[in-house]
């Protein structure tokens, strides 16, 4: 498919069944691919869930310059991504499934259309990062990021420095040497719109309609808990019905499915679709 930034390709795995449970759309964080969801699109396969999954621009197979991306124009190309897949379906509404940057895109995308959807689960959602800036700082440096979209803010990861991913070693040592992963420092331009598109999306909580399962470490440093919390009490303040959930997963670091309790979460995730 062709996204405003180049060339998008969405690919699909269909469940060996006759008429699957549901599809599902995943949705990669910054600086990683698709590829790295492979348990979860196995057990969602073995569940009888269709999968769909796609490279954000900049990302893993997608053209563009390294993690250098418009989180803006990230969360339009998934609404796009949601069309296509859906023309694409076996079934007639989807799930969404979004993991860190991708979390905020899954959660402002189902804000956006809301419609043709059956829930949506997120891990570690970037809806406020760490360290904590606010959208007021990130909106004067706009302007700059828009004239130097690559100038690097953060310094690039240390090989051999504590993870911030997972207390399991091996799951680091697999990200560094991937060649689709980015190491290097975090882009202006990538900061800047993060954090404001995280900022309009927590203050759009209370347009929340769709069934949510937020599941969040709270050992987190790199997506701040505080802000899943923060947006599932929006949602709950104007709906108090609603059905969506924070789950804090105690000790667990950012990447909550690649942490020794991630199985079981993965076998949780497959257990909250069946009841939606």
Same mark, same amino acid.
């Given at each position: ?96 499934? @979004? ?9 402002? #995308? ?26 007021? #700082? ?11 979209? @690559? ?8 090989? @051999?420095?504590? #993870?911030?991913? #997972? ?94 309790? @991630? ?14």
């Amino acid at each position: 498919m062709n996204s405003h930034n180049g060339a998008m390709e969405i690919r699909y795995r269909r469940a060996d069944l006759e008429t699957p449970k549901g599809s599902v759309l995943l949705c990669h964080g910054y600086a990683e691919h698709s590829g790295r969801y492979l348990p979860l699109q196995e057990a969602l396969l073995a569940a009888g869930y269709d999968v769909a999954f796609y490279d954000h621009y900049g990302h893993g197979t997608a053209p563009g310059p390294r993690s250098r991306v418009d989180v803006g124009a990230l969360i339009t190309d998934h609404l796009d991504a949601r069309r296509i897949a859906l023309a694409h379906s076996r079934t007639d509404s989807l799930f969404l499934f @979004g993991h860190s940057m991708g979390g905020l895109i899954t959660a402002a #995308s189902t804000i956006l259309e809301p419609k043709n959807l059956s829930g949506t689960v997120l891990t570690g959602p970037a809806l406020r990062p760490l360290p904590d800036v606010p959208a007021s #700082s990130a909106r004067a440096l706009l302007p700059l990021a828009r004239l130097a979209p @690559g100038l690097i803010i953060t310094p690039p990861r240390q090989p @051999g420095s504590p #993870s911030a991913l #997972s207390r399991d070693p091996r799951v680091q040592e697999a990200f560094d040497a991937d060649p689709l992963c980015y190491t290097g420092g975090a882009p202006l331009l990538t900061a800047t719109t993060m954090i404001l598109q995280g900022d309009k999306t927590l203050r759009r909580a209370e347009r929340v309609k769709t069934p949510m399962l937020v599941l969040h470490g709270n050992a987190d440093t790199l997506a701040s808990l505080n802000g899943s919390r923060t947006f599932v009490q929006g949602v709950l303040a104007a709906n108090p019905d609603a059905d969506v959930h924070l789950r804090i997963i105690d000790g667990a670091y950012h990447e909550v499915l690649n942490e020794p309790e @991630g199985p079981g979460l993965i076998r949780d995730i497959v257990a909250w679709l069946d009841m939606h």
